[in-house]
């Protein structure tokens, strides 16, 4: 998009009525203050799961629907925001995606039952429209301002450092809290908070969207596609589950319904004027590229979350490998990895600046595949393992920032959103992806009637992800930047 029309420098063309020029500083904080009540939304609960169990009256199987329940729900909400974004200003719908993600915490905290647990997680699904919703905002300023995609390019490093860094403040948080509050749901109550600052403080200060595209929303398109998405996410979410056996009739049909409504849906929408996600862009080649390598990068960082955190648990006097850390130890070794990911994503723009966006995309993914390899190499010895994970993260970081910023800048400014959109749908698809396969293979190396699997079943994974992440590097050397003009 062009901007052709003559205008007075403090009018711009498009700019709703009452638009006013915010601080840069009031922008970013704001921005940082949203990403932070994500990531204490994502990662408040894993310290009290194992609590829940008592208090909740629930099985240790039942609590995976807590994390299939939220993944689901981002898969639906994040097209349909992304895409309501661009047509009716970005900041307009994140005032009402906060809202709805803060009634999900409002309800995560007055659950004394499962289902309402379960609705408000649902609900809280909808933090996945905020990074897609606040790009937005970020490139549609910068551009109302001249300013180029360098701007944008800090901003999303900041936005990727305030989620890692929300994600370790959730888990800090909740557990402090669960241990000095003498009640078993008070720590429910912690996203609530945070979202409630995150509402009060960015509902005067976050800018609109000068430039919207106008058009409709295809609801026809988003049905589809959560119905399509949905169906193949819950088979990899819950196959190999007891009843869910990835022959099982069940599984299949959800794996095999869920790609061909998909498949029905990519028709539709080749057909429809105005569609949820333009499936045409992917023919440009930056796209495709971004897309594949996001695959590669989260089928390893989310396959081996839970791996790691429960091979670190493990005690190698009773079962023969392991590190032996209790809970608090454990929380404390995944420090490393989410301090590196922070630097990398806050490096990222400099290095991308000084070796280009392709060569930072396989430097990330070789960076990942070192830090597998370091794990594979020296599991048996606390202190260099960590340091492999260090890698990895280090490695993670540079792609969380060049994926989420390449997903936008390879394609039109008026598809922002639904481009950042995609970028977040093919991270929930690919850490699905792998999750799946490290359950397959921890289901293959575990004996009957364990209930840990043996050690092959770790070295078997971190090979896997090693060989994934050098496939990324090589996928990330196909990456060519797009004309100017394209974007």
């Known amino acids: 998009m062009t901007d052709t029309d003559a205008r007075p420098a403090h009018a711009p063309a498009g700019r709703p009525p009452g638009l006013r020029a915010t601080p840069a500083g009031a922008v970013i904080a704001s921005v940082v203050l949203v990403e932070l009540s994500s990531g204490i939304t994502q990662g408040f609960l894993s310290p009290l799961l194992r609590g829940l169990t008592d208090t909740l009256g629930v099985t240790a199987a039942d609590l995976n629907w807590i994390s299939v329940a939220n993944l689901l729900a981002s898969v639906a909400f994040t097209p ?6 661009d047509l009716h200003g970005h900041r307009r719908v994140l005032r009402w995606n906060l809202l709805i993600v803060l009634l999900g915490s409002v309800l995560v905290g007055l659950s004394r039952d499962f289902t309402t647990l379960l609705a408000g997680q649902i609900l809280q699904g909808a933090f996945a429209g905020f990074f897609p919703l606040l790009v937005g905002i970020l490139r549609n300023r910068n551009r109302s301002r001249g300013g180029g995609d360098e701007e944008s390019r800090r901003g999303i490093s900041v936005m990727v450092a305030a989620l890692v ?14 241990g000095a509050v003498d009640s078993p749901t008070a720590a429910l109550w912690v996203p609530a908070v945070a979202t409630t600052v995150a509402l009060a403080a ?10 919207r595209p106008g058009g409709r929303v295809d609801w026809a398109g988003g049905v589809l596609l959560c119905a399509g998405l949905t169906a193949v996410m819950l088979g990899l979410g819950l196959g190999g589950a007891p009843g869910w056996e990835w022959t099982s ?61 429960v091979f670190m648990g493990t005690d190698p006097a009773a079962h023969g ?39 930072t995309l396989a430097a990330g993914s070789l960076l990942m595949a070192v830090g597998y390899l370091l794990s594979l190499s020296f599991h048996t010895d606390l202190v ?47 850490g699905s992806i792998g999750a799946a396969a490290v359950l397959t293979v921890f289901a293959a190396h575990t004996r009957p009637g364990s209930l840990l699997p043996e050690a092959s079943a770790y070295t078997v994974s971190w090979t896997v992800c090693a060989l994934v992440s050098l496939a990324g590097a090589a996928l990330a050397l196909l990456y060519r930047t797009p004309p100017r003009e394209d974007r």
């Open 165 to 178: 860094a929300g994600l370790a403040l959730g888990l800090v948080a909740s557990g402090f809290v669960a």
């Open 321 to 359: 490998y392991g590190l032996g850390l209790d809970p608090f130890g454990t929380a404390l070794a995944t420090l490393p990895n989410l301090l590196a990911l922070t630097l990398g994503a806050l490096i990222a723009p400099t290095v991308a600046a000084a070796i280009t966006d392709r060569l």
């Open 384 to 430: 260099l393992f960590l340091a492999g994970t260090a890698v990895a993260g280090l490695g993670t970081g540079f792609l969380q920032h060049s994926t989420r910023t390449l997903a936008v800048e390879c394609v039109p400014r008026d598809r922002t959103s639904v481009g950042s959109g995609i970028n977040e749908l093919l991270i929930n698809v690919g």
């Open 80 to 85: 349909v925001l992304s895409r309501l974004g």
């Open 249 to 309: 009739a069940r599984t299949l049909a959800c794996l095999v319904g869920g790609a061909l409504v998909t498949a029905l849906w990519v028709r539709v929408e080749l057909r429809t004027a105005d569609p949820m996600i333009d499936v045409r862009m992917f023919r440009r080649r930056g796209v495709v590229t971004v897309s594949l390598v996001t695959l590669t990068f989260t089928f390893c960082m989310i396959g081996l979350m839970v791996a790691n955190a």
């Open 202 to 211: 960015t509902w005067p200060l976050l800018p609109e969207s000068e430039h």
